[in-house]
C-alpha cells in the first residue's frame, strides 16, 4: 500500500525557513511525479513545486521561485521542500503526492493529476 508522511511543518516569523520531508513507501515505479502542494482556509489547493524522479526536472509556482527548492533522495525515499524567505502568504497546509503514471514532464501542478496524497503539514508564518 503506497504511503506518503509528511513533517516538518511549524510556525515561523516572516523571513524565516523550513523545510518539510515526505518519506514515500509502499511502491517500486522506476520514474515518476513527485510534488509539493498547499492550502489555505478558504483557498484551492495549489501546486507549489513538483519533480520527475528520474532526471530532476522541476517545476515551480511562480509565487516560490527562487525562495523554494523541491529535491529528493532516494536512498531515503524522500522527498523534501526547503522554504527560505517564507511570507505571511505562504502559510497553509502542505501536502506531498505522486503521480505514478505521468504524462507530461516538467510535472504537472494540478492536484487532480495526483493519485497518492500524504495527511499534511501545517506551516503558519507570522508577520
Known amino acids: 500500500q503506497v504511503q506518503l508522511v509528511e513533517s516538518g511543518g511549524g510556525s515561523v516569523q516572516a523571513g524565516g525557513s523550513l523545510r518539510l520531508s515526505c518519506v514515500v513507501s509502499?511502491?517500486?515505479?522506476?520514474?515518476?511525479?513527485m510534488g509539493w502542494f498547499r492550502q489555505a482556509p478558504g483557498k484551492e489547493r495549489e501546486g507549489v513545486a513538483t519533480?520527475?524522479?528520474?532526471?530532476?526536472?522541476?517545476h515551480y509556482a511562480d509565487s516560490v521561485k527562487g525562495r523554494f527548492t523541491i529535491s529528493q533522495d532516494n536512498s531515503k525515499n524522500t522527498l523534501y521542500l526547503q522554504m527560505n524567505s517564507l511570507k505571511p502568504a505562504d502559510a497553509a497546509v502542505y501536502y506531498c503526492?505522486?503521480?505514478?503514471?505521468?504524462?507530461?514532464?516538467?510535472?504537472?501542478?494540478?492536484?487532480?493529476?495526483?493519485?497518492?496524497w500524504g495527511q499534511g503539514t501545517q506551516v503558519t508564518v507570522s508577520s
Open positions: 519533480i520527475y524522479t528520474t532526471g530532476g526536472t522541476t
Open positions: 503526492a505522486a503521480e505514478i503514471y505521468p504524462t507530461v514532464v516538467p510535472c504537472s501542478r494540478i492536484p487532480g493529476s495526483y493519485d497518492y
Open positions: 509502499g511502491y517500486t515505479y522506476s520514474s515518476y511525479c
